[in-house]
């Protein structure tokens, strides 16, 4: 008959035998001990809760979920004198494997393993009748890129609070900050909540302005977030105190500017309109001077007239509506005069 022994499996025959070696096991090994392999575990991996320690011979030994060994909790139990001598509990079949030296294998495992095991040990001849030890595991997921987001695209400067969340779908890790790859400086107006997923930072001030960046990371892995550039503005309404912002100046210079040349326009258009108005009048009077009037040359004091040079009279024409008068096109090589005649 074969005999599976925990621990070190070893095949007994013989009475005698298997008392001095019970014997001498109580003197060297201390109790039942379990061991996860690997000691790390991510998600999808296999571990192997290793037992070691076991004295004696086994009758029947039990895993179950948890720090107790319970009849609730039982994931499995092993009486290698039953066929088959393994009993799966239904969430878990498929999932595990036992093996006769009391050690059970998860397989793929997932965060909802996270946590502890206890394995319950009925022995014959052993140091105690029924042994127990509780293991745990921790079972990591490899960090996935964080995110940085921000509550307020860009606060006053001297009114606003910022909330900058690093936005991960992981679960226990470990968060950093940094702001343009330094350590957050620490005032009390900076503040990290919820694990320091939340940073705050109370009534911004310019200073604030810069490249912030989360870090995620867990013992087997770490990740970080893109740059967020926060940019703190300026308060322009603010009691009418502070400083105005580049843009509203120029708003403000280009409106005065329209202004102006509206007035010029106008002020031009005035002036103009009244030049020709008196443009015409004369020129009609130099034309019925010129031939009706003999005497005109003598009373004239216009020398044009005298050297009988072709004479032009400016005349300004509008366009109704619009802003600018149009230019008088004038002849080349023709002398040009204006004359103002008061009526
Ligand atoms: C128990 O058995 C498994 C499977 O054979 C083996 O991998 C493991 O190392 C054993 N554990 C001990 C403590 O001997
Ligand atoms: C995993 O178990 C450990 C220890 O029991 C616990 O501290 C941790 O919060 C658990 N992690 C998850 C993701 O449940
Ligand atoms: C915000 O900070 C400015 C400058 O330090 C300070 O004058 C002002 O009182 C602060 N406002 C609030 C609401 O704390
Ligand atoms: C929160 O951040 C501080 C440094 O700012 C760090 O010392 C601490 O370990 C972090 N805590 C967590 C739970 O990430």
């Avoid at 037992?51 to 107790?68: A, C, D, N, P, Y």
């Avoid at 708003?251 to 009244?274: H, M, N, P, Q, T």
Wanted: net charge neutral.
């Amino acid at each position: 008959m074969d005999l599976i022994v925990c621990s070190r499996a070893l095949a007994i025959r013989g009475v005698i035998l298997t008392v001095f070696l019970s014997l001498w096991s109580q003197q060297i090994s201390a109790q039942v001990s379990v061991v996860p392999i690997p000691k790390t575990v991510m998600v999808g991996e296999n571990v192997l809760l290793s037992v070691s320690g076991v004295t004696g011979t086994i009758l029947l030994f039990s895993w179950h979920k948890g720090e107790r060994s319970t009849d609730k909790n039982q994931m499995l139990n092993y009486s290698p004198n039953t066929t088959p001598p393994e009993q799966i509990e239904e969430p878990y079949k498929g999932r595990v494997r036992v093996f006769p030296n009391c050690s059970m294998e998860i397989l793929g495992v997932n965060t909802n393993d996270n946590g502890s095991y206890t394995v319950s040990i009925q022995t014959r001849g052993g140091q105690q009748q029924q042994q127990q030890a509780t293991v745990t595991i921790i079972v990591y997921e490899k960090v996935s890129k964080p995110n940085v987001t921000s509550n307020l695209a860009c606060p006053v400067e001297y009114k606003d609070s910022i909330t900058l969340t690093c936005v991960t779908t992981n679960t226990t890790q470990i968060i950093l900050w940094s702001k343009d790859s330094q350590k957050l400086p620490s005032d009390d107006r900076t503040s990290l909540s919820q694990e320091n997923r939340t940073l705050t930072i109370t009534n911004v001030s310019s200073a604030d302005s810069g490249n912030y960046q989360c870090e995620v990371m867990n013992s087997v892995s770490h990740s970080t977030s893109d740059l967020y550039t926060l940019t703190v503005c300026s308060s322009g309404t603010d009691n009418g105190s502070g400083s105005l912002p580049g843009w509203a100046i120029a708003v403000i210079v280009i409106a005065i500017l329209i202004v102006v040349a509206l007035i010029a326009a106008c002020v031009y258009y005035f002036l103009l309109r009244d030049k020709s108005k008196s443009n015409d009048i004369s020129m009609k009077e130099s034309t019925l001077n010129s031939r009706s009037d003999p005497h005109l040359r003598s009373s004239s004091k216009n020398p044009a007239t005298q050297t009988g040079e072709e004479v032009n009279y400016s005349e300004v024409t509008f366009k109704p509506g619009a802003l600018k008068p149009t230019q008088p096109k004038l002849k080349e090589n023709t002398t040009e005069y204006a004359e103002i005649s008061r009526t």
